[in-house]
């Protein structure tokens, strides 16, 4: 009869180390600080163009992680007005902020998906990313406040779901077995 509850204290307390490290692998480890130097500012898609360019972006805080295009986020704040942004840069059609690590505070993607559907704040094509069918997407809002993430587009989704794409969509990579 000991033996069988020692058994299962071990089966226990193995399961809530499991629990607790894949916890903290998901919520903590693998990112990384990502450093907006020359070459790596926050930049966004022209009306007329495709090449980014880089906008005046201060205090810039952001994280990313190799393990999946779609862990970056950043905050930061532009003195460029939604007015001006409009006018020289593209508008993102469907923006829908991905929900990021609750230790970095700087960035509610809940908050910042109210305020795009009330129309406070305004989202903007930043760039396509390397990796087929993702965009980094840029909101402002009236006071100059700014966040960043990284999300699927519409031809990634067709393309990792497997179905025909959409209408303009760029030829996608080979598909590996």
């Known amino acids: ?54 906008i005046i972006a201060d205090d810039v805080k952001g994280i990313d992680a190799d393990s999946s295009p779609l862990r970056f986020r950043a905050c930061f704040t532009t003195p460029m007005s939604q007015a001006m942004l409009t006018e020289t840069y593209r508008l993102y059609e469907v923006p829908e902020p991905t929900i990021g690590p609750g230790w970095f505070d700087c960035y509610d993607a809940q908050a910042i998906g109210e305020a795009l559907e009330a129309g406070e704040a305004l989202a903007f094509l930043s760039e396509h990313l390397p990796h087929y069918g993702m965009d980094r997407v840029v909101a402002v809002f009236p006071d100059g406040r700014a ?8 031809c990634g989704k067709a393309f990792y779901d497997g179905r025909d794409l959409p209408a303009g969509c760029p030829q996608p990579p080979e598909r590996s077995n």
């Open 1 to 54: 009869m000991n033996a069988g509850k020692l058994a299962a204290g071990g089966i226990v307390v193995t399961a809530l180390v499991a629990g607790i490290a894949m916890w903290w692998l998901q919520v903590y480890a693998f990112y990384d600080e990502v450093v907006f130097e020359p070459g790596n500012e926050i930049r966004l898609m022209p009306v007329a163009g495709d090449m980014p360019e880089a």
């Open 147 to 154: 966040f960043a993430w990284h999300q699927i587009n519409e």
